[in-house]
């Protein structure tokens, strides 16, 4: 059955040691993963989805006391962040590439380029949540500034939404920090493995989630 | 023990269609239940292993037209009791002429109830016969939910909404009100009775209760006592919309949207002051969200609705 | 009854208990460790079937403890608190460390590796890391139950749930999240398993409905639970962080909670009944002797609850105060949504038709949630109509309509399910006779404990009360009385199916003659589950294969 998987993959009649024994050859594997994640992927839509989905219906509720408390959000910050997650969305979609190509030099650079990007983005976020809070602006501080009630729905969400997302770069961090350690090492072979490939479409879906959350926070309440 | 109950009376208009509604689905799922038992039963005796029953292979085209048959039998019984059951809707939501309004504030855990003549009472519900009568149902806390049994109606109490309950009440007599939706410790004993009687009877029983400042006198006080006609009256120095004449009108909005001023408005302006600024006036009332409780708002609204009526009686 | 002709017991040239055994999955040098840590999917299955079984006794408990409180109007077994505590404790456990897990993590996990003949799931180290959510969230939920209970029942409306209630919210609220995790794990690993690793000559079309089930439910569990987690994540944040946004003193609606909350617990319902359709699917087909009526059509029906149900959350509200309209639409939508339900039962009918039927146990049950499910979906119809529903909502009649579909249909297909595959599992025949007895009284006992709540609904007997009317005592007794026959029942497989593990006969690998490849195996299989490639010949429940009947060997 092990050798059976041959002809699948031409030229590799060797069973290569990223085959799982219950797969029986590596594109079965690649479309396991690669499946795996994207069903994943949909279940994090989901997720966040619930959290728009409220977004959206008090925005359509209140629709002034929504656009006067998202004008308070640091949309300078917002927008270099935004500048740098779209740039280490370019630089993790390389490494994916060069590791199709066996570049191992080029992915451990794109790598670090990626991981050092993500963690200036969560400095940078870090430093607009000293902001906020300088600005009274959770909603159980005393002396929260807004006085419309739904004001504080509003940074409710924007706690909320930020917080889920700073998480999800933390977890994808820290994914990429174990794959840089064994890139260098030599761990595994870069074609045979798919977790560049997985680890570079989480990272997109991370992306993915800023370019909603950015208008919806920062961008709305500049609108008028 | 107790007497054993089988029977609710049905002491609404309403309680007496969906009773028909009722006895209508049990007699078809009665005999859908009674269908696949004795399919079963049949099928489990006749076939049963080495019986002598004949098992010779049904033709395939039978299987696919028994298929179809009852999926579209189905379909269409399941739809038709869908409009059937709907038609009481759409009969329900007709307006009717005219209707008395009862306020009832749902806490934990008890149910308070103010008549319109400001008679006030606690877990019970006294209302006449023969009317169309409307709860306004508000919530101090958490969720309640009022559910008269022999009404076949309840209605959740939702804080943050005002929901309402119409019903036609026929027969008289006294039935069991519950908390349907749970609310806390003491859920269980959030009860308490409905009274319907006779309209001479209702009226005398007015009378009998203790005299209550009505609503409006209430509202009045309050609207004094709580600052509202610091601004919101004669000739103070702050800006702030009159509000004789208010009540039922349009008002035009500061974003350009016109709403009716119903009790869901006058509240949420009480409430939310922020959220329907009226146009050409600058947002600067303060939110009495927790500083009014739910009897005291709807005071308020009544006698915010009683300076319309006085207004157009004019 | 108890001697069944055709079981054969010695095959000949396959002795049990030799070399098979210690090849089979069971059959390694035991160690605590080697369990726990395995990454087998039969293993995985046995470690879910201890702990779900652990699950189910902690809420059976709570559920005696109601019973034994609703049997007098008064309320005096136990305080208002703790009666509020031990039914959400009961809602809590069931829902999510039991009926959700059980068919598919216990059964699915051992068999849909088995049913397409593959060595294991897609991802054998994710299927031992859902185990262990499992578990790390059910040691929350009881945490939480030991130092001191929640009482907001299992639904966690807000605003009661969020500023109200002064009990372990959150703490259950986590332990829910991550069993929640566990969910999607299994959701993934299932459908990836069935898309990329069937065998060639198996097409979709030829998977066993079992298999089918499976998949569906994975759809459901996959869609709907990320929406559970982010309610949940909004409820916690709430709670401990002060972001509130259903706080009605900030505009929050706590509609909007409910909207949520249902978007992922109506469809959670259907994740709790397809598995069991899969289930007795399969058996009546096997004790039947017969190809399924209507292969296609079960499938469609399966995918087309799956979708439907994604879109009637709303008839849970029809009380709340939701625009007429919407609550029609929502009714239409349910009432459609029984439809292939509907077309399921019929067509399992069908499939007994011209059958040479048996009476195993595994069959009595499936026959058991045949009718008791019809029963339950029926009284949905019920609550699926607006005005019916005013009166009926949040009464003892929505209490005996879900038990009739969780208990009477999903717990009777999860035992005709043990008791089928348990052969397989353990490589041990349990005793039939008292396997069959068991059957009966189950049946007999559910009736009991849950008819007399049909009426108890009709004369308005709200749900969740401590103490009740004088009344509806006599209805309470009944159903009271029908509880202890029940768990007379539900003890009962505990005692025979633990005493056939040591003292059961051995088990061939095919003893009840079925159709499938999970029987081309050994009964235990081997640890990678197939000695040779299966075979895949002719259709899925091919009991029929010849165009005319065929005798079975005469049983003279």
Not at chain 2, 136 to 148: A, T, W
Not at chain 3, 134 to 153: Q, R
Not at chain 3, 396 to 419: D, K, N, P, Q, T
Request: aromatic share 14%; hydrophobic share 50%; charged share 15%.
């Amino acid at each position: 059955m092990t050798e059976a998987a041959a002809p699948s993959t031409p030229g590799r009649a060797i069973r290569s040691p990223a085959l799982a024994s219950h797969f029986h050859d590596l594109r079965q594997q690649h479309a396991a993963a690669d499946l795996g994640l994207w069903i994943f992927l949909a279940t994090e839509i989901l997720f966040f989805g619930g959290l728009f989905a409220a977004y959206l219906v008090y925005a359509v509720l209140y629709p002034d006391g929504f656009l006067d408390a998202a004008a308070e959000t640091e949309i300078v910050i917002g927008t270099i962040n935004t500048a740098l997650l779209l740039t280490s969305g370019l630089t993790a979609a390389l490494a994916v590439k060069a590791a199709g190509a066996g570049m191992r030099r080029s992915v451990t650079m794109l790598i670090a380029v990626t991981i050092g990007l993500g963690l200036v983005f969560l400095g940078a976020k870090g430093y607009e949540y000293w902001l906020d809070l300088d600005h009274h602006l959770y909603p159980t501080s005393p002396e929260f500034p807004l006085a419309a009630p739904p004001a504080k729905l509003f940074w409710s969400l924007y706690w909320t939404m930020t917080g889920l997302h700073a998480i999800h770069i933390l977890v994808g961090l820290g994914t990429w920090g174990i794959i840089l350690f064994q890139t260098v090492r030599r761990s595994f072979s870069l074609t045979d493995n798919s977790r560049i490939r997985i680890a570079g479409l989480y990272w997109g879906f991370v992306d993915l989630m800023w370019l909603f959350i950015w208008p919806l926070l920062y961008l709305m309440g500049r609108a008028t | 023990m107790g007497e054993v109950e089988l029977v609710l009376p049905a002491a609404t208009s309403a309680a007496v269609s969906t009773d028909g509604k009722l006895v209508g689905l049990l007699v078809i799922s009665g005999l859908i239940t009674l269908l696949v038992a004795s399919l079963l039963g049949l099928f489990a005796v006749r076939f049963r292993r080495g019986s002598k029953a004949g098992r010779s292979r049904l033709p395939n085209w039978f299987s696919r037209e028994l298929e179809t048959v009852w999926t579209l039998a189905t379909v269409g019984l399941f739809v038709a009791i869908f409009a059937w059951a709907a038609s009481q809707d759409f009969a329900l939501a007709v307006p009717p002429a005219r209707s008395m309004e009862i306020h009832v504030v749902g806490k934990q855990w008890m149910w308070k109830a103010e008549h319109p003549g400001g008679q006030r009472e606690i877990n019970e519900l006294h209302v006449p016969a023969g009317e169309t009568i409307e709860l306004v149902l508000n919530s101090q806390d958490v969720i309640h939910s009022f559910y008269v049994p022999a009404f076949r109606l309840k209605q959740d109490v939702v804080p943050g909404h005002t929901t309402r309950m119409r019903f036609h009440t026929e027969k008289t007599g006294t039935y069991r009100l519950f908390c349907a939706e749970y609310c806390g410790t003491q859920h269980s004993a959030m009860i308490g009775r409905v009274v319907v009687m006779a309209k001479e009877d209702y009226a005398d029983w007015l009378t009998r209760q203790p005299e209550g400042d009505d609503l409006e006198e209430d509202g009045k006080k309050l609207f004094v006592s709580k600052g509202c006609a610091g601004c919101h009256y004669g000739s103070s120095q702050v800006r702030a919309p009159r509000l004789a004449g208010v009540y039922g009108s349009k008002v035009p909005l500061s974003d350009g949207r016109v709403v009716t001023a119903d009790d869901d408005y006058v509240r949420d302006s009480i409430l939310q002051p922020k959220r329907d600024v009226v146009a050409g006036f600058a947002p600067i009332m303060p939110s009495f969200a927790g500083a009014l409780t739910e009897g005291e708002l709807v005071s308020l609204t009544a006698y915010i609705r009683s300076l319309a009526v006085t207004e157009t009686a004019r | 009854m108890s001697d069944i002709p055709y079981r054969d017991v010695d095959v000949d040239g396959e002795k049990p208990g030799g070399r098979l055994m210690e090849e089979s999955y069971l059959g390694e040098r035991f160690s605590i460790w080697s369990w726990l840590t395995t990454t087998d999917h039969k293993r995985i299955g046995i470690l879910y079937l201890i702990s779900t079984t652990l699950f189910f006794f902690i809420g059976g408990a709570a559920a005696t403890m109601i019973r034994l409180e609703l049997f007098t109007p008064a309320g005096d077994l136990l305080t208002d608190d703790g009666y509020n505590k031990v039914f959400t404790l009961h809602g809590v456990v069931m829902v999510w460390f039991f009926l959700v897990p059980v068919i598919p993590s216990v059964l699915g996990n051992f068999l849909v590796p088995l049913m397409i003949g593959a060595k294991d799931l897609a991802f054998p180290r994710l299927n031992l890391l859902s185990w262990y959510l499992n578990i790390l969230g059910g040691t929350f939920a009881v945490w939480a139950m030991l130092s001191g209970g929640v009482d907001t029942g299992w639904t966690f409306y807000t605003p009661y749930s969020t500023a109200f209630a002064n009990t372990h919210v959150s703490l259950t609220a986590i332990g829910v999240f991550i069993s929640g995790f566990s969910t999607i794990a299994t959701g993934v690993n299932m459908i990836v398993t069935v898309h990329t690793m069937r065998p060639p000559g198996m097409g979709w079309f030829r998977m066993p409905l079992f298999v089918w089930a499976i998949y569906a439910t994975s759809l459901i569990m996959l869609l709907s639970t990320p929406v559970l987690a982010m309610v949940l994540t909004l409820l916690v944040t709430e709670r401990l962080l002060g972001l509130g946004i259903f706080d009605p003193n900030r505009g929050g609606d706590p509609i909007l909670f409910q909207h949520l909350f249902w978007f992922y617990s109506h469809p959670a319902v259907y994740i709790m009944i397809l598995p069991g359709m899969g289930v007795v699917t399969e058996v009546i087909t096997c004790f039947s002797r017969r190809r399924v009526f209507g292969y296609a059509a079960m499938v469609y029906a399966l995918l087309a609850i799956a979708v439907i149900g994604f879109f009637v959350w709303g008839h849970h509200m029809f009380t709340s105060g939701q625009s007429m309209y919407a609550s029609l639409t929502f009714s239409f939508l349910s009432f459609i949504v029984a439809v292939p339900s509907a077309i399921k039962v019929f067509n399992w009918i069908a499939t007994m038709y011209r059958g040479q039927i048996t009476f195993e146990a595994s069959m009595l049950y499936a026959m058991g949630f045949v009718g008791l499910f019809t029963m339950g979906g029926l009284t949905g119809l019920f609550l699926a109509s607006v005005p019916v529903d005013l009166h009926l909502h949040d009464t003892y009649f929505v209490v005996a309509h879900f038990h009739y579909i969780m208990v009477g249909g999903m717990v009777s297909a999860f035992f005709a399910g043990l008791h089928f595959w348990w052969p397989k599992i353990t490589g041990r025949l349990y005793p039939e006779t008292a396997a069959q007895i068991a059957a009966l009284l189950m049946f007999f006992g559910f009736n009991l404990t849950f008819f007399p709540q049909y009426i108890l609904g009709n004369i308005g007997m709200p749900r969740r009360y401590h103490a009740y009317p004088d009344a509806f005592q006599v209805w309470h007794v009944l159903s009271s009385a029908g509880a202890v026959i029940l768990a007379a029942a539900y003890l009962m497989p505990l005692g025979y199916l633990v005493w056939s593990l040591i003292w059961g006969k051995r088990a061939p690998s095919n003893p009840w003659r079925a159709s499938g490849l999970e029987w081309q195996t050994g009964s235990p299989p081997p640890k990678h589950n197939f000695l040779a490639n299966p075979k895949i010949e002719g259709s899925v429940y091919d009991y029929h294969p010849a165009q005319q009947p065929r005798r079975e060997p005469s049983d003279d």
